[in-house]
């Protein structure tokens, strides 16, 4: 399973970036908005995680994106900080499946990527 996980936090990418490998995820690690729109046509990931607030495009407008240009629907998971409430439900208006908020456990990250992972297999 491919996972493109867009964060802005050099030391947090790192770090999901990681954990998600070891437990034996495809991960596509971008740095920006931009580069994580390009590279969602590019490799067509299974999933996406990202953060809210990131230079370049929004996660908002990843999230819409996704929702709207890929034909395959795919989890979306948003990371926010708690101060952005109003922003978390404009991200599941959009068409976001999950939003964790910053800071997190990365092994309440890594739940719930594989119960959106099951949920999407057993509706695809």
Do not use: C, H
């Not at 947090?12 to 580069?35: H, M, Q, S």
């Not at 908002?60 to 996704?66: A, Y």
């Not at 092994?107 to 999407?120: C, P």
């Amino acid at each position: 399973m491919k996972i493109l996980v867009a964060e802005d936090e050099a030391m947090l990418l790192k770090t999901i970036e990681l954990k998600l490998r070891k437990e034996g995820y495809e991960v596509i690690a971008t740095n920006d908005g931009r580069e994580a729109l390009k590279k969602i046509v590019e490799v067509q990931p299974d999933m996406v995680i990202t953060d809210i607030m990131m230079p370049y495009s929004s996660g908002l407008e990843i999230v819409s994106f996704v929702r709207q240009q890929i034909e395959k629907k795919i989890p979306v998971i948003v990371l926010s900080s708690m101060e952005q409430e109003k922003v978390v439900m404009e991200a599941f208006d959009l068409g976001a499946d999950d939003y964790v908020t910053k800071p997190f456990s990365l092994n309440e990250l890594l739940i719930r990527v594989k119960k959106l992972a099951a949920q999407f297999q057993r509706n695809a």
